[in-house]
C-alpha cells in the first residue's frame, strides 16, 4: 500500500483474517463497532486487528521460509515484501521500511532484556537491534535532507552515529561476557 491509498477497513482485515482462520467473529460493521468501543477507539482497535494480520502471516512467511532449501528463491521471496509494502521503487521508502521493521523487533528484545534472567545475549542483540534503528534513521535523514538548507539536521546524524557506534560498542562488550561464560 502507498501513502496514497486509502486504508483498509476492519472488515477487509477482517476477511483476510478469517481466510487464515485466525478471525472467528461475523466481520460486521456493527460487531467491528462494539469492539473498537471496548479498545476505547477506532484507530487501535484497527491497528490490533492488523497486528492481528501481520503476525499471522509472518507465522505464515516463516512457515514457508523453513520449508524452502535454495537460498536464492528464498532472498527474492523476501524482497516481495517491499512490493507489498509499496517500497520497492523508493529507496528511501525501503529504508524507512527497514526501520520500522528492526524497531518492532527491538522493542520486544529490550522488554526481554530488561528481565536480569536472560543475560547478556539478549542485551547485545537489543542494543545492536537498537543500532540498527539509529544507522537507517540516519540514512533515511541524510536521504531526505537538503544540505543546503538542512546543515544542522545533516550535522545531527554524526551524534545519532555516534549513539549507534556506542550501542554497537555496548553489544560487543556484552557478547565478550556470553563467551567468557562458554570458556
Given amino acids: 500500500m502507498t501513502s496514497d491509498e486509502t486504508p483498509v477497513t476492519v472488515e477487509q482485515i477482517g476477511a483476510a483474517l478469517a481466510a487464515l482462520g485466525v478471525y472467528e467473529g461475523d466481520n460486521t460493521p456493527a460487531e467491528h463497532a462494539e469492539r473498537a468501543a471496548q479498545f476505547g477507539s477506532p484507530d487501535i482497535y484497527r491497528l490490533r486487528l492488523l497486528n492481528t494480520l501481520l503476525g ?88 531526505e535532507a537538503d544540505p543546503t538548507v538542512d546543515f544542522v539536521t545533516v550535522i545531527n546524524q554524526g551524534g545519532m552515529l555516534k549513539a549507534g557506534r556506542e550501542l554497537l560498542v555496548t553489544a560487543l562488550d556484552n557478547t565478550d561476557t556470553a563467551l567468557e561464560t562458554f570458556k
Avoid: C, Y
Fill in 56 to 143: 499471522a502471516v509472518q507465522g505464515q512467511a516463516k512457515l514457508a521460509d523453513e520449508a524452502e532449501e535454495d537460498g536464492e528463491d528464498l532472498f527474492t521471496a523476501w524482497l516481495e515484501q517491499l512490493r507489498g509494502a509499496g517500497t520497492w521503487e523508493d529507496s528511501a521508502r525501503q529504508i524507512s521500511f527497514l526501520g520500522w521493521q528492526v524497531r518492532r523487533v527491538g522493542i520486544p528484545l529490550f522488554l526481554l532484556a530488561n528481565d536480569p534472567d536472560t543475560g547478556p545475549i539478549v542485551d547485545a542483540a537489543a542494543q545492536a537491534a537498537e543500532a540498527l534503528h539509529i544507522m537507517l534513521g540516519v540514512i533515511g535523514t541524510l536521504e
